[in-house]
């Protein structure tokens, strides 16, 4: 389920992921020493794969390393490059342990934007991924950003004010971070933390993806399940209090 959620969503978003895809790129090419030939790609917390074919498209010359770790989860990434006619170049492999990223081979790109949000320590764990980087090459940390907007601030029922109130339910993954193994806190300032992993940091941008209403069937469907999720989550006691799309 999860899966298809993450499969809907970066559909969604897929004119934001190609902005990504091509700034990615023009970093690579612009980064003080010419052009970084991309020949390994690792995809960190890959999902169902929708990014790691996009990286494969992206960089046509490289192999794309897609790592999570869910077995069910890469066979929907293998399917999903051989559907693509991309298989070749797309392979797979599963993290045993929340420290440890599948790949001992070292890489031009590294792409994480799932995998580390239930890593304790998030520092030591970008020091690791430091250091599978070749020279000139880059690291690139996408976030959740901005928490998604879809309700007026009054929906004729209720007091008014709901989003407000369901962004602040969504604050108890904070709660959940906090109870991970190993758990360190840090202020997630990511250029700062990518400095003292030893990397030079490139820059931020966002990207926004605006679903005028009417909403299609497939962002209903998403904004359904992604309710429903919020829903289980207060339900099952991330926290017991009233109980966040894309930033790099």
Do not use: K
Not at 187 to 211: K, N, Q
């Amino acid at each position: 389920m999860l899966g298809v959620h993450q499969e809907r969503e970066a559909g969604l978003q897929a004119p934001a992921l190609a902005q990504t895809m091509d700034w990615l790129r023009d970093l690579l090419r612009t980064n003080g020493v010419g052009c970084t030939p991309v020949h390994r790609v690792l995809d960190i917390g890959s999902g169902p794969g929708v990014v790691t074919c996009l990286l494969a498209h992206t960089f046509p010359d490289a192999e794309v390393v897609a790592v999570d770790q869910s077995p069910g989860v890469l066979e929907r990434v293998r399917s999903r490059a051989v559907a693509q006619g991309i298989g070749g170049r797309v392979v797979t492999r599963l993290r045993r342990s929340l420290g440890e990223f599948g790949s001992p081979d070292s890489a031009d790109l590294i792409w994480i934007r799932n995998g580390f949000h239930r890593i304790g320590d998030q520092e030591a764990a970008l020091r690791s991924v430091a250091g599978y980087l070749r020279p000139g090459g880059l690291v690139a940390v996408a976030g959740s950003g901005l928490p998604p907007r879809f309700l007026p601030r009054d929906i004729g029922m209720g007091r008014p004010g709901l989003q407000a109130r369901l962004d602040a339910a969504e604050e108890a993954f904070s709660d959940m971070r906090d109870q991970l193994p190993g758990s360190v806190r840090t202020v997630e300032d990511w250029p700062a933390m990518l400095a003292r992993a030893g990397l030079i940091p490139s820059g931020t941008r966002s990207f926004f993806t605006d679903l005028p209403s009417p909403l299609g069937m497939s962002a209903c469907e998403h904004l359904q399940m992604h309710l429903s999720r919020l829903h289980d989550q207060i339900g099952t006691g991330w926290s017991r209090r009233t109980a966040r799309p894309l930033s790099v």
